[in-house]
């Protein structure tokens, strides 16, 4: 389980399955991201962030199919999350 926070304004928690190797490269670009006031952040709203995981996502998929030959089937990610906004439920 990850967590994302600013306090007083946003919460988003993370849970990862699948390859570890990509939920842990996933989990880093979202948190460096938001530690630098980017992406999850910056979200608007839950589709916004829900965007910004799939970009995630994808940037570290086209690495490692690179790094693997083209082989799709060992990029395996899922992740069930909940968001929290500021003034909203």
Same mark, same amino acid.
């Given at each position: 389980?990850?967590?994302?926070? $600013?306090? @007083? ?8 399955? /699948? ?5 842990? *490269?996933? !989990? ?13 952040? $910056?979200? @608007? ?8 995981? /799939? ?5 570290? *998929?086209? !690495? ?26």
């Amino acid at each position: 389980m990850y967590r994302f926070v $600013q306090p @007083g304004e946003r919460v988003f928690v993370i849970l990862t399955s /699948g390859s570890l190797s990509i939920s842990q *490269s996933v !989990i880093t670009l979202l948190g460096d991201d938001f530690d630098s006031g980017r992406g999850l952040a $910056q979200a @608007g709203s839950l589709y916004d962030a829900a965007r910004i995981v /799939g970009d995630c996502v994808r940037r570290i *998929s086209d !690495i490692d199919v690179r790094r693997w030959s083209g082989t799709p089937s060992v990029l395996t990610f899922t992740c069930c999350w909940e968001a929290r906004f500021a003034g909203r439920s």
